[in-house]
């Protein structure tokens, strides 16, 4: 089972689409995230140690997330530092 739909992503596995369910796939998924109450997904950049570019593959990693919030803009904010968290947070009690 696959933990990180970022990365299944940049794999290029393009039938993965977050916003659907992937119950039994992946850990997560955005409707299981807002069904549960989640407010807020940390995602970091990591590479193994024998990837042989390992700046192409953190910049295609965060490229994919990139593309996985703007293709859910109605439903998910990509915060980049705390302020920005606080601020998507306030969009929520709004």
Known sequence: ML????????????????STN???????DLNRQIESGLDVQ????????????PYKMAML??????SIVSRNADR????RNSEE?????ALLDS
């Open 76 to 79: 998910m904010i990509l915060a």
């Open 42 to 53: 940390f995602f970091s950049v990591w590479c193994p140690g024998s990837q042989v570019d």
């Open 22 to 28: 992937l119950q039994g796939i992946t850990h997560l």
């Open 61 to 66: 990693e965060i490229d994919s997330l990139e």
């Open 85 to 89: 968290v606080n601020s998507a947070l």
């Open 3 to 18: 933990v990180d739909p970022v990365f299944e992503n940049y794999l290029g596995n393009k039938k993965l689409d977050f």
